[in-house]
Structures are given as structure tokens and as C-alpha cells.
């Protein structure tokens, strides 16, 4: 029940395509959606993140789709560019479980010139 | 606006020998947080820590495994009798916030320890 689960594994993009990732999770109890994303050799950096008091939330070109009944949400990059390719981690944590983010495995993207 | 600092980033040891790595969280912030980061996978919680008091450590192998953040200096995640499972990339976080709400966590860079 505290698992996320992540996928695409990999995700190869072309340059001004949409790459989507999405994730899934069974704790009803989770309140608070990150993605963070992590370059080689770096420690993970938040990207953007949500409540699931909204449906959706974006920042520049990275938005988040959030489907509280489906117990889903995903990251969409508009108009992915090269500097984009990184490892993108969904990530989930509730109220009682102080910060104690709980990670998807992880997606590695690759955005192609 | 130094950011968190982890040392040393990269660590190679020995089975059985004694790891010790260092985290020193972002200035002001008072709840630290170590993961571990297996090849390939995500990252998995191991402990947290607030000054001078382990808040959770569910994460943490009972045996060999010990972390402190003491009043004064960095926080320590100590690995006794190493194995070469232990073989991981281990992340430091910390947070400003109060333990009961949530919010940004600031990672350090990661130390990568390699047990031969």
C-alpha cells in the first residue's frame, strides 16, 4: 500500500515533443505529489509538485495532471528539449508520515536533437 | 547559499570494514533525511532525524546501520561490517518545515559507496 508505481521505465522524446510519465498509487492517505528530477551524478531537485485539492497545476513548460478517483497522476513536458534528459521520480508522502517521501523507480528520459 | 553537503562522495571499502558518511543540511534547517538509491531503482527512505533525536528510522536495517545528527555538527549514517550489498548511492535531505506538514525536501549530491 505504499508503493507508487512508475512507468515508462524509459522514455525516448524527440526534440519539441511531449514526453508523459505517469504514476499510480494505493494510499488513499497520501496528500502531497512531487516529481523530482535527477541528473547523473546529482542528488534529485524538486520539479514541481501538487495537492490533490486541484486537478492540475503547471509551471512553464512541466505540468501535472492529478485524477484523485483514479488514484493516478502524471507529468507532462511540453516542447521537451535535450536539457531535459534526466531521470524523473514520481514521489508520495501523507501527513502522518513526516515528509517520509515514498519514490517511483524511476524514468529515465531521453530527448533526442 | 550553500546547499546540502554531503561527504565524502564517493567511498570504496572493504567487506567488514566501517563506513561513515556525512551530511550537513542546508543552514537553518532542522529535519534530515537519508535514502538509499540502489542502481536503477528509486530512492528508498532509511531514516529521520531532527536534532539530536531519531524521529523514524523504519527504513534502516536493524543490525550494522546507525545514523545520529547531533546538537552541533553534521549528521552521520554509520554502516558497521560492511557488505557488498551495501553497494549504493545514499542521500542526505533536509527540510525547514515542521515535521507534521509537508513540503520541499533539498537533497545533497549523494555519497556512492562501493564495497569490494
Known amino acids: 500500500q505504499q508503493q507508487v508505481k512508475q512507468s515508462p521505465q524509459s522514455l525516448i522524446v524527440q526534440k519539441g515533443g511531449i514526453s508523459i510519465i505517469n504514476c499510480a498509487y494505493e494510499?488513499?492517505?497520501?496528500?502531497?505529489f512531487p516529481w523530482y528530477q535527477q541528473f547523473p551524478g546529482k542528488g534529485p531537485a524538486l520539479l514541481i509538485a501538487?495537492?490533490?485539492?486541484?486537478s492540475e497545476k503547471k509551471e512553464g513548460r512541466f505540468t501535472i495532471s492529478f485524477n484523485k478517483s483514479a488514484k493516478q497522476f502524471s507529468l507532462h513536458i511540453m516542447d521537451s528539449q535535450p536539457g531535459d534528459s534526466a531521470t524523473y521520480f514520481c514521489?508520495?508522502?501523507?501527513?502522518?508520515?513526516?515528509?517520509?517521501?515514498?519514490f517511483g523507480t524511476g524514468t529515465r528520459l531521453l530527448v533526442s536533437p | 547559499n550553500a546547499g546540502v553537503m554531503q561527504n565524502p562522495r564517493h567511498l570504496v571499502r572493504r567487506r567488514g570494514q566501517e563506513a561513515r558518511l556525512r551530511c550537513s543540511p542546508v543552514?537553518?534547517?532542522?529535519?534530515v533525511y537519508w535514502y538509499r538509491q540502489l542502481p536503477e531503482e528509486g530512492l528508498k527512505f532509511m531514516v529521520y532525524?531532527?536534532?539530536?533525536?531519531?524521529?523514524?528510522e523504519s527504513g534502516m536495517p536493524k543490525e550494522r546501520f546507525s545514523a545520529e545528527f547531533p546538537k552541533e555538527g553534521p549528521s552521520i549514517l554509520r554502516i558497521q561490517q560492511v557488505v557488498r550489498g551495501d553497494s549504493a548511492a545514499y542521500f542526505c535531505?533536509?527540510?525547514?518545515?515542521?515535521?507534521?506538514?509537508?513540503?520541499?525536501?533539498?537533497f545533497g549530491e549523494g555519497s556512492r559507496l562501493t564495497v569490494l
Open positions: 501538487i495537492r490533490p485539492d486541484v
Open positions: 535531505a533536509s527540510s525547514p518545515y515542521l515535521s507534521q506538514e509537508t513540503g520541499e525536501l533539498f
Open positions: 494510499n488513499t492517505a497520501f496528500d502531497y
Open positions: 514521489a508520495a508522502s501523507n501527513p502522518k508520515s513526516f515528509q517520509k517521501l515514498v
Open positions: 532525524l531532527q536534532k539530536e533525536n531519531i524521529i523514524d
Open positions: 543552514k537553518g534547517h532542522s529535519h
